[in-house]
């Protein structure tokens, strides 16, 4: 028997504000335990929350990227449970009047474009997080409530994705998307990003969609391909082999690859849902909302299409400079400068990419972005070749100096002057006769092997396209 399955995706996102969504507390990352707590954080008698400006901004401008609906009117409700790193008993959380409905994201997988709409948006607070010991002999857990009220937008997919890779697609352009707008940074490690996937099958050609089951707190792209993958499998197998899948919550363990049963699943009647008595409800204005609907920078997908429209960049490099804002950003100050935008784009995606990647540092950290549209200058005015061009390249990242002025200090310009090129052919020729002889005898090799020697004669720094015009001209003769 063929299962389709049906996935919908639950992304928590912590918004980057200094402050949590209720509480003055900071939110910086890595301080010691309980430290960024306050009277509202630990659920103190009395405390009252009061609402972050800075976060409805970051959480209005999520919505507007992922073109949803800004509702001027959204409220706060109380979501009641109990959880050791949950202090008050409740999360202040948006259920019955959420502030962006009707989002949606654009996805390319192998079967062509799609779009999968976002139900919801809404913000509420972080829970604390638990710590527990490693050695298996010791029963005990730790409760840092640093995280405790950091203020979060959950983003609630429609179950309108087919596969785990169509999930990665999707998460892949969403988070892009919030790194773009920078209200995130989206560091899947440290937990700014964190996925639930809500995943069911249902047999080939049945309309009724199967018991869904969610499974909790991914924090990696891998995991979460990998968690749908066996979920799938798990489900499929246990339907054909007459068994029931139950409506659960389950958490995947990656050392062995499998999800494992965590609770039964929670409706939302059983977290006693109520409007918060302490937090009256979000106005917003249709001025504020169009103020940050015009302060949106482009985001990638309209780079990607500028790109190839404006510049002429095939749809690949438009693809792999867009991927994150700051290589983009780099790559148009390079074409500010001057340089050819193929031309950039070569250098950026292959050259820079690859010391990106061996010396673990930011574009901007090796050399400025004018400094390579000099280097790309002094080829095509023809001062250095494209093989000293990489010698110089080289010596920028060690050293931080300009190009040209690491040219005039080495003597590395090319050799551009006929009459000089003539006479290294010439001397070449003379010392290599039998490659000469070779040539005139139909053996196209010695050609290449002339070639060579003029190349290495000069160390690479003659204009090749002259030489080999002039050795063509030498052997005619």
Request: negative net charge; charged residues 30%; aromatic residues 6%.
């Amino acid at each position: 028997m063929k299962f389709i399955p049906t996935i919908g995706l639950e992304v928590h996102c912590q918004l980057n504000t200094r402050s949590k969504l209720f509480s003055p507390a900071a939110t910086s990352f890595g301080a010691n335990a309980n430290t960024e707590v306050q009277t509202v954080c630990l659920g103190l008698p009395g405390a009252l929350p009061v609402l972050n400006k800075e976060a409805v901004a970051k959480a209005v401008k999520a919505g507007l990227a992922l073109g949803g609906v800004i509702h001027e009117r959204s409220k706060f409700d109380r979501k009641n449970y109990f959880y050791p790193d949950l202090p008050k008993g409740y999360q202040i959380s948006q259920f019955f009047e959420p502030y962006c409905t009707k989002a949606k994201i654009g996805i390319v997988s192998g079967s062509g474009k799609k779009t999968v709409g976002i139900t919801r948006i809404h913000m509420e607070e972080d829970a604390g997080k638990l710590m527990h010991s490693e050695d298996a002999s010791v029963h005990e857990s730790y409760v840092d409530l640093n995280r405790a009220g950091t203020p979060l937008i959950e983003i609630v997919s429609e179950p309108e994705i087919d596969t785990p890779d169509e999930a990665v697609l999707y998460l892949t352009e969403l988070k892009q998307i919030l790194e773009y707008i920078e209200v995130s940074d989206c560091n899947m490690e440290e937990g700014s990003l964190r996925v639930d996937a809500n995943v069911s099958v249902r047999p080939e050609g049945s309309d009724k969609l199967g018991t869904r089951v969610e499974i909790k707190n991914l924090n990696s792209f891998k995991s979460v391909k990998a968690a749908i993958e066996y979920e799938i499998a798990r489900q499929s197998e246990l339907i054909e082999s007459g068994g029931k899948v139950v409506q659960e919550t389950r958490l995947y363990n990656a050392a062995r690859d499998i999800t494992l049963s965590m609770r039964s699943k929670e409706e939302a009647h059983d977290y006693r849902y109520f409007p918060d008595p302490d937090l009256v409800p979000l106005i917003l204005t249709k001025e504020q909302i169009e103020a940050l609907r015009k302060n949106l920078p482009e985001l990638a997908h309209e780079k990607r299409a500028r790109y190839v429209s404006e510049f002429g960049l095939p749809e690949y490099d438009a693809g792999v400079l867009t991927a994150d804002k700051a290589t983009a950003l780099y790559f148009e100050e390079v074409l500010k400068a001057g340089a050819p935008a193929k031309k950039a784009s070569n250098w950026v995606m292959v050259e820079m990419m690859a010391i990106v990647k061996e010396k673990h540092k930011a574009l901007y950290e090796l050399f400025p972005a004018d400094a390579l549209a000099e280097l790309i200058h002094l080829i095509d005015s023809g001062t250095i070749s494209s093989k000293i061009a990489k010698e110089v390249f080289a010596e920028m990242v060690e050293t931080g100096k300009r190009p040209k002025a690491i040219v005039d200090e080495k003597g590395m310009g090319q050799i551009s002057d006929e009459g000089k090129i003539r006479e290294i052919v010439l001397s070449v020729m003379g010392e290599h006769s039998a490659s000469v002889a070779d040539f005139k005898a139909g053996k196209e090799r010695a050609l290449k092997h002339l070639q060579g020697e003029i190349m290495k004669k000069t160390r690479g720094k003659v204009n090749p396209q002259l030489a080999n015009k002039i050795l063509a001209e030498e052997l005619a003769k």
